[in-house]
């Protein structure tokens, strides 16, 4: 269960911004889109939040820091001592250029919260630390802080909390690399809960990739899987009685119009990888014969609802937090309110999963679909940074016309367009 995300100094982003699923205790409407977390103290999650704003403002770039901040944990240790750290600052003034970027997130993994975070540059890691939060209250585990002016690093490894041989991973864990990582590495028990979440609980979608097709396609070489993938292509709406999935080796693909130097090359370079067909069968309207349509044939709309239907289907099994950038491209505004829908429903939902999605569907806005509080904007500041608020910092009378308000600019985070002049 995800609580916050926070950047920092990363991408368009040059001041800390946070992302709160933490459900506004002034609304009453929609409970069903929030859960309780049994935890003290603790107020009831979101099930979803929906990222609006102009091209350019910087909604995908929370979905990359997501990104970026799930990979490092996940793959900081495989890296080498000389290699540089993938993280970029925001480039638009000289200060920021010279600081690390900032990354944290406050979630419940087994029952407990934690608040785990980093800040690195290209070079090193500058910070890391854990909190622990098993009985409301704080307990620092372990902190990390590289002097600049010293060339120093700080450790204080709690051992209360971290049981083991702490002297070894601190010593083992290089400068571009985290210690969450390398202790886990080196079997530390203590931190597993931590890192597992990361591992499999967090889930993103990087920004304009082609989601899941393969994993779809996986799901169907069952007869469970694939009744499992028509259910929710037929939910959406999309008439499909049958699917098949086939699998060729390279070589086997017919190359006859290549010249013969160029075939034999691509045939060695890419000999034993496959590739996946993938058919969708349906039935003509007057006699009732199957017809089966390629992938090529499908629509952009069908082909990204069956790329998705297996990580949907797993997100909601497992309870996990899925990060999506523009879910509602190639599909229709009722498909995406379907999609959202499936995370609202306690029935598919069981395991409380989160969504955190950027969106241009503004139609989202102007129902009784979505909280107030789902609801966060982008924008630029006169400094180009990007800005991250919700909408409910403003003053909204209940039922009142959300999507006429933010068209017409009330909440900000809409293109600021100049009338257009003769060329020249």
């Known amino acids: 269960m995800l609580i916050e995300f926070s950047l920092g100094n990363y991408l368009s982003f040059c001041e800390r911004q946070t992302l709160s699923m933490t459900a506004s205790g002034l609304y009453r409407e929609l409970p069903h889109n929030t859960f309780a977390t049994d935890l003290s103290r603790l107020p009831r999650l979101l099930k979803s939040a929906v990222i609006y704003g102009p091209n350019a403002a910087g909604k995908s770039n929370i979905i990359r820091g997501a990104l970026f901040m799930w990979d490092f944990v996940l793959n900081s240790t495989k890296r080498q001592v000389s290699d540089p750290i993938d993280v970029r600052p925001f480039l638009l003034n000289s200060r920021n250029t010279q600081e690390p970027s900032t990354f944290e997130m406050i979630f419940i993994a087994e029952g407990v919260r934690y608040q785990y975070g980093f800040a690195a540059d290209r070079e090193r890691v500058h910070h890391e630390w854990l909190l622990a939060y098993p009985n409301a ?5 372990f902190e990390r802080y590289f002097d600049r002016s010293t060339g120093q690093e700080t ?14 991973w601190r010593d083992a864990t290089r400068s571009n ?16 809960p931590v890192f597992d979440w990361f591992d499999k ?28 993938v028509l259910k929710f ?11 098949r999935v086939e699998t060729r080796k390279i070589g086997e693909l017919g190359m006859e119009d290549l010249p013969e130097g160029v075939r034999n090359a691509l ?3 890419m000999s034993g990888q496959e590739i996946i067909d993938i058919t969708l069968e349906r039935s003509t309207a007057d006699t009732g014969t199957t017809v089966q349509l390629s992938w090529e044939s499908e ?64 139609a989202l806005l102007d129902n009784t679909y979505l909280r107030r509080d789902q609801f966060w904007m982008v924008e630029k500041s006169r400094e180009r940074c990007s800005e991250l608020y919700p909408i409910s ?8 016309a959300l999507q006429r308000r933010y068209l017409e600019g009330h909440f900000g985070a809409v293109p600021a367009l100049k009338r257009f002049k003769e060329w020249g």
Request: hydrophobic content about 40%.
């Open 267 to 269: 045939q060695l370079e």
């Open 233 to 243: 292509l037929n939910q959406a709406d999309m008439d499909v009685e049958g699917i």
């Open 177 to 192: 690399a985290l210690f969450l990582s390398t202790a886990i590495q080196l079997n530390c028990t203590s931190l597993r």
């Open 299 to 362: 629509s952009r709309g069908t082909q990204k609802l069956f790329s998705i239907a297996w990580p949907w289907i797993n997100i909601l099994t497992e309870g996990r937090v899925l990060f999506m950038d523009e879910m509602d491209t190639s599909l229709h505004h009722h498909l995406v309110r379907f999609l959202y829908g499936m995370f609202h429903d306690a029935t598919a939902n069981k395991g409380n999963a989160q969504l955190i999605s950027t969106t241009h569907d503004t």
């Open 393 to 400: 910092d403003f003053d909204i009378e209940r039922g009142e």
């Open 137 to 141: 209250r704080p307990q620092r585990w």
């Open 155 to 168: 450790w204080n490894l709690n051992k209360k909390f971290l049981s083991g041989n702490r002297e070894v």
């Open 201 to 228: 609980k967090l889930r993103v979608f990087r920004p304009h990739a082609e989601i899941g097709r393969e994993l779809s396609a996986s799901l169907c070489q069952s007869a469970e899987g694939r009744l499992l």
